[in-house]
């Protein structure tokens, strides 16, 4: 690949926080080094083992990186380094038998997002510790035709079989972001869970899509602009400039100062408590955005850009230490079939997703997403989640995005899966509450619950519009948000159609929807604070209001959503509860009802149909009731 920002090496740029290791031994059972940090065993007839490890000393939850020193290659090179090649490290728990085989990559000169290097003799495996203690490695890396994508032995080469051990310690309780709550999986009910307990509610930004088109990224520009972002075709790429300030001192960057505007947007969205960013890897084809690839070239299948990819592993860093997961989508229904000529598993769309677990998948929070309004053929779909769970050793979630108002039919082939578990919705906003439940009732039955997202709100050309537009948010605020929160959904992210300012594909300043991260926060510090949402059901049947939702333990507590809140009745359990008021608006504390306390009995449930529920303040708005039962 040449071009512009591909120069020679100009040198390392290594973190402060990494410590490069270069250590041999004769034999795979050399005894452990005793040192304030780990050390890296190779047999004495391979090149040293380079490990970078980051911080100084390997903890749980907190990536390690393998570099070797192997044959030298380039993006371009015969054979091929992206084919021809395979690297896989399988890393074993000596304490619980655990055992988890990353795979490796490419990586030019091992510093490529510096140097934009296209050629060296680096190649790389990163490994996030699920479990304290020590681990055993060993590497395999064999060559030959094709061999990166199947079972073949191939030629033994290199560094392969060497093997070593890294000592873990235990979780940093104090680590920014996810590094303190471990890897997001599918939990036992309908939340995605981390491995320390915390159920995940999501609130983010499914806008800009092609949020990595971004103009400091290497080799990335605009194919084919569309006239909506661009009316005089000249180009779009994002610069994120009204960003810039949200930058802090010793935020990551790359090649001196490149990066600032795409990491303070990250900051200013991790300051409204927002935990989800959806964004596309591969817009192509026929794509909306044209802007966003993986490859060396947007004709190239077969060859990846070392050095993008490099520097979006620096975004995707910054994003997990924030406690932003990446909803990274893989594909999107104009290109759906494109990659390899058509919607299946073949060689392009598996090297494709190999070079994507391989090089970020030891993040802890990643949701794989099949396709934005995927029209793969249900074999195909099973087939590519399949592969992915092959392919990813950390059983991220895996979901695939709806077309508008399909989500019921979209979903029914894959209930019942292992390999699905969650939703990408879709809809209309006054859908929402029914979509949710009616999936939470169906995936459930089916003996594998599911997390149910709304991740894209109609009409298209509007969605979710600028505070300068819709200052109240009333229905999105009242329909999607608490409409999927009520009826047992994780969360939404917001889309912003294509007829505002800031729009779907070149949205540059993500205040524009200030107000609406405000809502989406107080409506997540209800849930996180107030209930035991993963204990609870939806229940509108006991309201009276028919435009209620409710979400009950029944007997112990009871939360009512009322979108027009000038009364309703609620049937509850007999006994004695405390009633308090909650503003969706404005978040804030609870507010105490008149009096404190509730009676609950059996003959007024049966004569008056439920205890009576009036706001506070502020009657016609909307409110939540929450009653808790007095031990």
Aim: aromatic letters at 10%; charged letters at 20%.
């Amino acid at each position: 690949m040449a071009g512009p920002g591909h120069r020679p090496r100009e040198g390392s740029a290594n973190s402060a926080a990494d410590v490069t290791m270069h250590c041999r031994s004769r034999a795979p059972s050399a005894p452990r080094a005793l040192a304030a940090i780990s050390a890296i065993f190779a047999t004495a007839a391979s090149l040293a083992a380079e490990v970078s490890i980051a911080p100084q000393r390997p903890v749980r939850w907190q990536p390690v990186s393998l570099t070797f020193d192997g044959p030298a290659s380039s993006e371009s090179a015969t054979p091929n380094p992206f084919t021809h090649f395979r690297l896989r490290v399988t890393f074993s728990h000596q304490q619980s038998g655990e055992a988890r085989t990353a795979l490796g990559f490419f990586a030019a000169d091992g510093d490529a997002a510096e140097t934009s290097a296209v050629a060296g003799d680096k190649w790389r495996v990163r490994f996030t510790p699920p479990l304290a203690g020590t681990w055993v490695w060993r590497a395999e890396f064999r060559s030959g035709p094709g061999v990166a994508l199947n079972q073949a032995v191939g030629e033994s080469v290199a560094f392969d079989g060497d093997s070593g051990t890294l000592d873990v310690g235990p979780a940093d309780p104090a680590a920014p972001g996810f590094a303190s709550k471990g890897f997001l999986t599918p939990g036992n009910g309908h939340y995605l869970q981390f491995s320390n307990g915390d159920r995940f509610l999501k609130g983010g930004a499914d806008s800009p899509e092609n949020f990595l088109g971004y103009f400091e990224f290497d080799e990335t520009f605009d194919t084919a602009s569309h006239a909506e972002v661009s009316t005089d075709r000249s180009g779009f790429l994002h610069r994120y400039e009204p960003h810039a300030t949200d930058w802090r001192a010793g935020d990551p960057t790359w090649k001196g100062s490149k990066g600032k505007n795409i990491i303070g947007a990250l900051n200013y969205l991790a300051s409204k408590a927002m935990n989800s960013v959806y964004f596309m890897t591969y817009n192509i084809d026929g794509g909306d955005g044209k802007d966003t690839w993986v490859w060396t070239e947007p004709e190239v299948r077969d060859r990846f850009d070392v050095s993008k990819l490099a520097q979006w592993e620096i975004v995707f860093a910054h994003m997990e230490r924030l406690g932003i997961a990446m909803h990274l989508v893989i594909q999107e229904t104009e290109n759906d079939h494109k990659l390899g000529g058509g919607p299946g598993l073949n060689d392009d769309r598996k090297l494709y997703l190999r070079e994507l677990a391989a090089r970020f998948g030891h993040h802890l929070a990643i949701i794989w997403n099949l396709g934005e309004e995927n029209d793969t053929p249900h074999a195909d779909r099973l087939a590519i989640a399949g592969f992915l769970r092959t392919a990813d050793p950390n059983r991220h979630p895996v979901t695939v995005h709806t077309h508008n108002t399909r989500s019921l039919r979209s979903y029914t082939a894959l209930i019942g899966s292992s390999l699905f578990s969650a939703t990408s919705i879709q809809g209309r906003m006054e859908d929402t509450n029914r979509e949710t439940v009616m999936l939470r009732m169906r995936t459930a039955a089916a003996g594998a619950p599911w997390a149910i997202f709304h991740d894209e709100q109609m009409p298209a050309a509007v969605g979710v519009l600028p505070d300068a537009e819709d200052p109240l948010h009333d229905k999105p605020r009242k329909h999607q948000l608490w409409g999927n929160l009520m009826g047992g959904g994780s969360g939404v992210e917001w889309y912003f159609g294509y007829q505002y300012d800031h729009m779907d594909l070149n949205c540059e300043d993500w205040r524009s929807r200030d107000r609406m991260w405000d809502q989406t926060r107080h409506a997540l510090e209800f849930f996180q604070e107030h209930l035991p949402f993963w204990e609870m059901w939806p229940a509108n049947g006991l309201a009276t209001d028919r435009n209620a939702f409710v979400f009950a333990k029944e007997g112990e507590v009871y939360a009512a959503y009322m979108p027009e809140a000038w009364r309703t009745r609620l049937a509850v359990a007999p006994g004695s509860y405390t009633l308090h008021w909650y503003d969706p608006r404005n978040g804030g504390d609870l507010l105490a009802a008149s009096g404190g306390t509730v009676e609950a009995d059996q003959g007024q449930m049966r004569r008056a149909g439920g205890l009576e529920l009036s706001p506070p303040k502020d009657p016609g708005k909307d409110w939540v009731a929450l009653l808790r039962r007095v031990p």
